[in-house]
């Protein structure tokens, strides 16, 4: 959906929980750094019903309105309008309502801002939200999964490293959802057990080979990308790549892609 019966409408699947979701919406900080990216400008609100939420933006248009409905975490209202009378929508003379609603990626939000006059300013906020609200999915997945991510691919790498049966199953159902998918030169791989038996045949055949993370990984959604590199006892690099993961919404492994680059 785009423009319905005069209002823009709009869904987005967002790969974070309502709670989390909704947070950027009624915590200040948080909702002033979706309105912070690119194209963006400084964004305030006091989260309360009649609270004032102003957009101030990098051309100098300033956005005021006032919460209307605070329904956490599943609806969000506010008014919406501009300080310049040449912009032709004054404070208070349109409306902007977010939904949320659970859904098995995460969270479903429907926006519908209505009261817009038809032509450019109707299509340029149609547009304008599209990457609003895209900025915020994406700082939504980073507080959904930022703060494991480190220590979940670093878990997964020393899967990889352990010789130990039991602690290896274990990293691995800590790391992975059970029918993790992983994919490289060396692995077509479906479910936790037969990565398990396919870490345990190479641990046989390159005893004393380490493999870890190179650099911090990189988090768009809820895929992650992370550069890795494979060593030898005397420290000899044998071979390098990067990993992209595919998160669940319980922040673990879903899938992996491995590009190797060898040595050469």
Request: hydrophobic share 40%.
């Amino acid at each position: 959906m785009a423009i319905v019966d005069g209002n823009v409408v709009l869904t987005f699947t967002i790969h974070a929980r309502p709670e989390t979701v909704f947070s950027f919406f009624i915590d200040p900080e948080r909702f002033a750094r979706w309105w912070a990216g690119l194209g963006g400008g400084k964004a305030t609100i006091d989260p309360r019903e009649g609270g004032e939420v102003r957009i101030d933006y990098q051309n100098g248009h300033v956005m005021s309105g006032k919460v209307v409905t605070i329904d956490e975490p599943r609806k969000f209202v506010f008014t919406w309008g501009y300080q310049e009378e040449d912009k032709g929508l004054p404070p208070g003379s349109s409306q902007v309502s977010i939904e949320l609603e659970p859904v098995e990626a995460g969270t479903a939000l429907t926006l519908r801002h209505s009261g817009l006059p038809a032509g450019e300013m109707l299509s340029g906020h149609e547009s304008g939200w599209r990457h609003y609200m895209s900025t915020m999915a994406a700082e939504c997945a980073k507080a959904e999964f930022g703060g494991q991510l480190v220590e979940l691919i670093d878990d997964y790498f020393k899967a990889w490293m352990t010789d130990d049966d039991d602690e290896r199953r274990g990293l691995l159902e800590r790391t992975c959802v059970p029918d993790v998918r992983i994919l490289s030169d060396w692995a077509c791989l479906d479910g936790v057990s037969e990565v398990h038996a396919q870490i345990g045949n190479a641990r046989r055949h390159m005893p004393g080979v380490t493999i870890g993370r190179v650099g911090d990984p990189a988090l768009s959604h809820n895929h992650a990308r992370c550069a890795w590199g494979a060593t030898t006892g005397d420290g000899t690099t044998m071979m390098a790549g990067e990993n992209v993961f595919r998160l669940a919404p319980d922040g673990r492994i879903e899938l992996v892609v491995g590009f190797v680059q060898r040595p050469g």
